[in-house]
């Protein structure tokens, strides 16, 4: 294995090994030594201070230190063995909060850093080679980035409920929202999305479980956590489902969900769900706490909530919402999460957050029900569809 990494301390749930690893791999590769053996251990600020006075004379921790193989007198070892990069979790997590960064983004920083030296950069020789390091570094993490992000396509699921909505409020059976998933799914929609309400106001158990059988796509059910409604799911088994709060007063879905408030509860359903084989999406709010809490239960997918970019009233509030949800998104990737987003967005404020790249499916109602009482569903799910990066 070309990376090994070891770990001396409990790594925090924003912290991915498994991506860390695959870093460390394409950056051997991109450094032009894919065969190259690395070793990454990640430790706190006690250890890494002993190594610092051992190794280095000096007092206190560091954030990184890397040992080369051949600085052993290794000069016997297997060329391939570069050596090792050693990161204090404790300091790195310090210059995350200070630099505005996730942990897993500040880690990546130090892995450059630390391979560079192993590579024989060396920042401390002359101010030229400190330039040299630093633009070397700046420019394998952008291309990581890039290359990472590249190519992800973003997925478009439309939320069929507002077609439920009216017929309800006939009382009769049409419109049907089971048709209109069909012409979404032949406009090119990559998903259907239904919202089974406790009191059920449109969309109702008959519409799910034919939609069960008839959706080629993926079918993502919409829930509040109560026994009902997950028994019906563990029945109809949805290709994912997503909890919502819900409220039986609320026009639509309010907020997030309060998952770090309710750990044990959302712990318990993923569970249930996980061993139905059902991926479970959490929608939750663009904030940290509630990210790490999402990976700590053990979620598969959060659903970051847009709605107050998309209802911001000022350009200056919408950047300041918009910039929330990147980071959202940027530390729920970065963790390992999958990460989708939706609510309010429309035909002007879609194209941004779907450009994200972090980004891998957006769940979109409203906007396209009502532009297809103009245009025709088909014409409003295409034009939503033109909205998102091909790929
Ligand atoms: N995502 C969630 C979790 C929702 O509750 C809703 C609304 O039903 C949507 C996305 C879609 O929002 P909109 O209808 O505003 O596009």
Redesign the pocket.
């Known amino acids: 294995m070309p990376v090994l990494i070891t770990s001396q301390t409990a790594t925090p749930p924003s912290i991915s090994l498994h991506q860390l690893r695959q870093r460390a791999e394409r950056l051997l590769s991109l450094c032009g030594c894919p065969r190259s053996e690395l070793s990454i251990l990640l430790l706190n600020d006690p250890e890494m201070a002993q190594l610092n006075e051992q190794y280095r004379n000096k007092l206190g921790p560091t954030n990184v230190l890397a040992f080369a193989i051949q600085e052993g007198g290794g000069e016997h070892l297997p060329t391939e063995l570069l050596g090792d990069v050693i990161i204090s979790l404790d300091t790195a997590s310090r210059e995350a909060t200070i630099d505005g960064v996730t942990l897993h983004q500040r880690v990546t920083i130090l892995l450059i850093h630390g391979l560079l030296h192993l590579l024989g950069f060396d920042h401390e020789r002359s101010r030229a080679e400190a330039l040299a390091m630093l633009e070397r570094e700046t420019q394998l993490l952008s291309e990581l980035l890039t290359e990472e992000r590249r190519g992800k396509m973003v997925s478009l699921a439309i939320?069929v409920?507002?077609v439920a909505t009216l017929r309800q409020a006939r009382g009769i059976t049409e419109p049907d929202p089971v048709l209109a998933a069909g012409i979404c799914e032949l406009a090119g929609a990559q998903g259907i999305?239904v919202?089974l309400r406790e009191d059920r106001r449109h969309i109702q158990d008959r519409d799910v479980r034919l939609l069960r059988q008839t959706v080629k796509s993926k079918l993502n059910l919409?829930m509040g956590a109560t026994e009902e409604i997950i028994a019906i799911a563990l029945e109809i088994k949805p290709d994912m489902i997503?909890l919502?709060p819900e409220k039986r007063k609320e026009l639509?879905?309010e907020g997030g969900l309060n998952v770090a408030g309710q750990k044990k509860k959302m712990q318990e359903v993923i569970a249930r769900m996980r061993k139905a084989g059902i991926p479970v999406s959490l929608?939750i709010d663009p904030d940290s706490r509630q990210i790490n809490a999402a990976h700590e239960v053990g979620a598969t997918f959060v659903?970051i909530?847009?709605?107050r970019y998309?209802d911001a009233t000022t350009e200056q509030l919408r950047d300041k919402e918009f910039t929330l949800i990147a980071t959202a998104a940027e530390e729920a990737y970065e963790m390992g999460l999958r990460v989708?987003?939706?609510?309010?967005?429309?035909y002007l404020n879609t194209r941004r957050v779907a450009a994200l790249g972090t980004i891998e499916e957006l769940?979109?109602?409203?906007?396209?029900?009502a532009r297809a009482i103009y245009v025709g569903l088909d014409q409003a799910v295409r034009e939503m569809l033109a909205l998102l990066p091909a790929g």
Do not use: R
């Not at 989708?340 to 429309?346: I, R, S, V």
């Not at 769940?363 to 029900?369: E, K, L, Q, R, Y």
């Open positions: 939320n409920d507002h999305v919202h919409e997503t919502v639509t879905t929608f659903e909530h847009t709605g998309c989708n987003a939706g609510h309010g967005l429309n769940s979109i109602g409203h906007a396209v029900m």
